[in-house]
């Protein structure tokens, strides 16, 4: 992660806002007439898609919008865009402020890739000789070359899209808005579309995404924020704004314990990352030994049992798995009631980021799994020596 | 910090003026785009209609017979009748047909509507020229000054396709019959105006009708009528005083006035419904 310049001025202010939507089943002239009066009601469903929500951006921050199907994050983005006005409320905005809400919105198929790039840098909000100024550098980025010419209506979709995120990029906004665009192209054009809102980053622009990939959001932001029905629920750093959208994906409230009692002979109640010293950890220094502690509670002694535990990434992505069968581990008999055990990871060299420690138990006869998902969660520490999904120590020579 | 989607419209919109003249032209260019005869046909439409009522009215309805230089008549009031007509049916389409902007981009809507109207305007003035060109050739020119009635009645007619465009762009989002509804209404008012026929003929059947006198008054100061015999006069110079209402110019500007009044009203809906936009479609 790239930490972003200090944050300056406020540059979105969002007071207090709701925005209701009346969804109407009749659209004409008729059916209105039809349904007027006390019966039209009947017609009309109130819908409230953002329900008071205040918030304040800084300048030079990446903030990250999450949140489940219809939770309300397009809408507040829309909102903070300008593109629909609150029913109660204000947003405040200062600066150029550019919506990648959908690439090409503004293409007309009949016109040529180059008459398209003028209007769609002039809808962005470049005079034509700014943009006549910057149409190598875009037509470069796009990789069109000579289809520049050609009506965009010949051109493959792919082609479509580079070319509109190259105007996109191009019009020196302050404030990004981008909602999904970076869920299109092929994987270079990806990377590419990556790297060039990373350097947006690092020159101090203001940028709010949302993004269903929890991945990307915490690759890219500093700053999470998580909605749940129109409701903002959670506010702050992002890694927790990570942990807090799944909390609302599987149903629970933010930070609330896990539901125990399963009924199986061995449960776990809870799982630690510790230190050498016995010391609970929520962040790892890249390299060092790690302990995950397995609390369990055996309803009667067990002769025979094993346990395991893996470590996944927010993605559900898992980085690492053992278990005492794997490891050839004869487990001590456990007694009736509670008691733990520890798997010692001797070098810890996952990646910087979040990760969630899930834990199973079993007894070895009638085998019985009981499953604790996302038990602990902890945070590689940060290093400016290498990004990646491993963390090594490189010297150079 | 601003308040995106209020305040100091005409401000955002004036910014935006390139923007503006880019949508002119794409709409225009997109238009003739793949045709052979391209903006040619700009002027073929109007040329067919003009000769089919000059042909079918003039000729064998005989309304010719009473009006001298009947094709330069004829021609003018079906000039700037449909700068109006085109105005108002563009705008009106002008904010759905532009959804995928609406939707997704900012910008002041107002845009859109004016955009319709600065291609209308366009084929307008290319209408024009073939005008002045025929007047020319019939000799059919009145004295230089007379001219000057352009302006006052092209203005006029602005500022109410201007109004009425605006406002039912905005109407359309939320009713889609609105649309329809302005195609009758424009075929009607051309009826309702003296295009194809002279003012004089009215007011005569009127007299014979024993209507009283202010229906005549309410019948020439609608601002169609009024803008077309302003435009008249400023093309065809066979007409006499007794072709025209008394104090033309001073109906001119009054209606001018109260268009300006409704142009501010309709602009306040406009933005009223705005907000709403882009959810609506």
């Given at each position: 992660?790239?930490?972003?310049?200090?944050?300056?001025?406020?540059?979105?202010?969002?007071?207090?806002?709701?925005?209701?939507?009346t969804?109407?089943?009749?659209?004409?002239?008729?059916?209105?007439?039809?349904?007027?009066?006390?019966?039209g009601?009947?017609?009309?469903?109130?819908?409230?898609?953002?329900?008071?929500?205040?918030?304040?951006?800084?300048?030079g921050?990446?903030?990250?919008?999450?949140?489940?199907?219809?939770?309300?994050?397009s809408?507040?983005?829309?909102?903070?865009?300008?593109?629909?006005?609150?029913?109660?409320?204000?947003?405040?905005?200062?600066?150029r402020?550019?919506?990648?809400?959908?690439?090409?919105?503004?293409?007309?198929?009949?016109?040529?890739?180059?008459?398209?790039?003028?209007?769609?840098?002039?809808?962005?909000?470049m005079?034509?000789?700014?943009?006549?100024?910057r149409?190598?550098?875009?037509?470069?980025?796009?990789?069109?070359?000579?289809?520049?010419?050609?009506?965009?209506?010949?051109?493959s979709?792919?082609?479509?899209?580079?070319?509109?995120?190259?105007?996109?990029?191009?019009?020196?906004?302050?404030?990004?808005?981008?909602?999904?665009?970076l869920?299109?192209?092929?994987?270079?054009?990806?990377?590419?579309?990556?790297?060039?809102?990373?350097?947006?980053?690092?020159?101090?622009?203001?940028?709010?995404?949302?993004?269903?990939?929890a991945a990307?959001?915490?690759?890219?932001?500093?700053r999470?924020?998580?909605?749940?029905?129109?409701?903002?629920?959670?506010?702050?750093?992002?890694?927790?704004?990570?942990?807090?959208l799944?909390?609302?994906?599987?149903?629970?409230?933010?930070?609330?314990?896990?539901?125990?009692?399963?009924?199986?002979?061995?449960?776990?109640?809870?799982?630690?990352v510790?230190?050498?010293?016995?010391?609970t950890?929520?962040?790892?220094?890249?390299?060092?030994?790690?302990?995950?502690?397995?609390?369990?509670?055996?309803?009667?002694?067990?002769?025979?049992?094993?346990?395991?535990?893996?470590?996944?990434?927010?993605?559900?992505?898992?980085?690492?798995?053992s278990?005492?069968?794997?490891l050839?581990v004869?487990?001590?008999s456990?007694?009736?009631?509670?008691?733990?055990?520890?798997?010692?990871?001797?070098?810890?060299?996952?990646?910087?980021?979040?990760?969630?420690?899930?834990?199973?138990?079993?007894?070895?006869?009638?085998?019985?799994?009981?499953?604790?998902?996302?038990?602990?969660?902890?945070?590689?520490?940060h290093?400016?020596?290498s990004i990646?999904?491993?963390?090594?120590?490189?010297?150079?020579? | 910090?601003?308040?995106?989607?209020?305040g100091?419209?005409?401000?955002?919109?004036?910014?935006?003026?390139?923007?503006?003249?880019?949508?002119?032209?794409?709409?225009?260019?997109?238009?003739?785009?793949?045709?052979?005869?391209?903006?040619?046909?700009?002027?073929?439409?109007?040329?067919?209609?003009?000769?089919?009522?000059?042909?079918v009215?003039?000729?064998?309805?005989?309304?010719?017979?009473?009006?001298?230089?009947?094709?330069?008549?004829?021609?003018?009031?079906?000039?700037?009748?449909s700068?109006?007509?085109?105005?108002?049916?563009?705008?009106?389409?002008?904010?759905?047909?532009?959804?995928?902007?609406?939707?997704?981009?900012?910008?002041?809507r107002?845009i859109?509507?004016?955009?319709?109207?600065?291609?209308?305007?366009?084929m307008?003035?290319?209408?024009?020229?073939?005008?002045?060109?025929?007047?020319?050739?019939?000799?059919?020119?009145?004295?230089?000054?007379?001219?000057?009635?352009?302006?006052?009645?092209?203005l006029?007619?602005?500022?109410?396709?201007l109004?009425?465009?605006?406002?039912?762009?905005?109407?359309?989002?939320?009713?889609?019959?609105?649309?329809?509804?302005?195609?009758?209404?424009?075929?009607?008012?051309?009826?309702?105006?003296?295009?194809?026929?002279?003012?004089?003929?009215?007011?005569?059947?009127?007299?014979?009708?024993?209507?009283?006198?202010?229906?005549?008054?309410?019948?020439?100061?609608?601002?169609?009528t009024?803008?077309?015999?302003?435009?008249?006069?400023?093309?065809?110079?066979a007409?006499?005083?007794?072709?025209y209402p008394?104090?033309?110019?001073?109906?001119?500007?009054?209606?001018?006035?109260?268009?300006?009044?409704?142009l501010?009203?309709?602009?306040?809906?406009?933005?009223?419904?705005?907000?709403?936009?882009?959810?609506?479609?």
């Amino acid at each position: 992660m790239v930490l972003s310049p200090t944050p300056g001025p406020v540059v979105v202010r969002v007071d207090d806002v709701t925005k209701q939507f009346t969804v109407r089943k009749d659209n004409s002239l008729k059916e209105r007439i039809v349904h007027a009066g006390r019966r039209g009601r009947a017609h009309k469903q109130e819908y409230t898609a953002v329900d008071g929500v205040s918030l304040e951006i800084l300048a030079g921050t990446t903030v990250g919008l999450l949140g489940p199907n219809g939770s309300g994050k397009s809408t507040l983005l829309k909102l903070i865009g300008g593109i629909v006005s609150p029913t109660t409320g204000r947003v405040l905005t200062r600066g150029r402020m550019a919506a990648l809400l959908e690439l090409g919105a503004g293409f007309h198929p009949d016109l040529s890739g180059r008459e398209n790039v003028f209007l769609n840098a002039s809808i962005m909000g470049m005079s034509p000789t700014e943009t006549a100024a910057r149409f190598d550098e875009i037509l470069e980025f796009s990789g069109i070359g000579d289809f520049i010419d050609t009506q965009v209506k010949f051109y493959s979709s792919g082609m479509f899209v580079r070319l509109a995120f190259a105007v996109a990029v191009h019009t020196d906004p302050d404030v990004l808005l981008v909602d999904e665009v970076l869920a299109v192209g092929d994987e270079a054009f990806q990377r590419k579309c990556m790297e060039r809102i990373m350097r947006f980053r690092s020159e101090g622009r203001t940028i709010v995404l949302v993004s269903h990939s929890a991945a990307q959001v915490q690759e890219l932001c500093d700053r999470g924020i998580v909605l749940k029905e129109g409701q903002m629920v959670f506010d702050g750093d992002v890694n927790d704004a990570v942990s807090a959208l799944r909390d609302v994906l599987e149903g629970r409230r933010v930070g609330e314990a896990h539901a125990l009692d399963s009924g199986k002979p061995i449960e776990i109640t809870r799982i630690d990352v510790l230190d050498t010293e016995g010391n609970t950890r929520e962040v790892v220094p890249t390299g060092s030994k790690m302990r995950v502690r397995i609390h369990v509670h055996a309803r009667r002694p067990i002769p025979d049992w094993d346990m395991g535990f893996s470590i996944d990434t927010p993605t559900g992505q898992m980085v690492l798995a053992s278990n005492t069968e794997r490891l050839e581990v004869d487990l001590p008999s456990l007694e009736a009631g509670d008691s733990s055990m520890e798997f010692t990871i001797e070098s810890a060299n996952f990646g910087p980021g979040q990760y969630f420690v899930n834990a199973n138990v079993w007894p070895v006869e009638p085998e019985d799994t009981h499953v604790m998902w996302q038990g602990a969660r902890f945070t590689m520490e940060h290093t400016d020596d290498s990004i990646g999904t491993v963390a090594a120590a490189i010297s150079v020579g | 910090m601003k308040f995106p989607g209020r305040g100091g419209k005409l401000r955002e919109v004036f910014d935006r003026r390139d923007l503006l003249g880019l949508l002119v032209r794409r709409d225009l260019q997109a238009r003739y785009r793949d045709s052979v005869l391209g903006f040619l046909w700009t002027l073929i439409r109007p040329i067919v209609q003009f000769l089919m009522y000059y042909l079918v009215l003039g000729q064998f309805l005989r309304a010719a017979e009473g009006i001298p230089q009947f094709a330069i008549f004829l021609f003018a009031g079906l000039t700037i009748y449909s700068f109006f007509a085109e105005m108002v049916q563009g705008s009106t389409t002008s904010i759905l047909s532009n959804a995928g902007l609406v939707k997704k981009i900012y910008l002041p809507r107002e845009i859109f509507p004016l955009a319709s109207v600065g291609a209308a305007g366009f084929m307008f003035f290319v209408q024009c020229l073939v005008l002045l060109a025929g007047a020319v050739l019939f000799q059919a020119l009145p004295a230089p000054v007379e001219m000057l009635w352009f302006f006052p009645s092209v203005l006029l007619i602005l500022i109410y396709g201007l109004a009425l465009g605006i406002l039912l762009a905005a109407l359309n989002v939320y009713l889609r019959d609105v649309q329809y509804v302005t195609d009758v209404v424009m075929m009607l008012a051309m009826w309702l105006s003296p295009i194809v026929y002279a003012w004089t003929m009215v007011s005569d059947a009127f007299n014979t009708l024993g209507l009283p006198a202010w229906a005549i008054e309410v019948y020439t100061d609608n601002p169609i009528t009024l803008a077309v015999l302003g435009f008249r006069k400023a093309f065809w110079g066979a007409g006499m005083d007794a072709d025209y209402p008394d104090d033309l110019l001073l109906r001119i500007v009054i209606a001018g006035l109260i268009g300006l009044v409704l142009l501010f009203i309709s602009h306040r809906v406009f933005t009223r419904l705005q907000g709403n936009f882009a959810q609506e479609m």
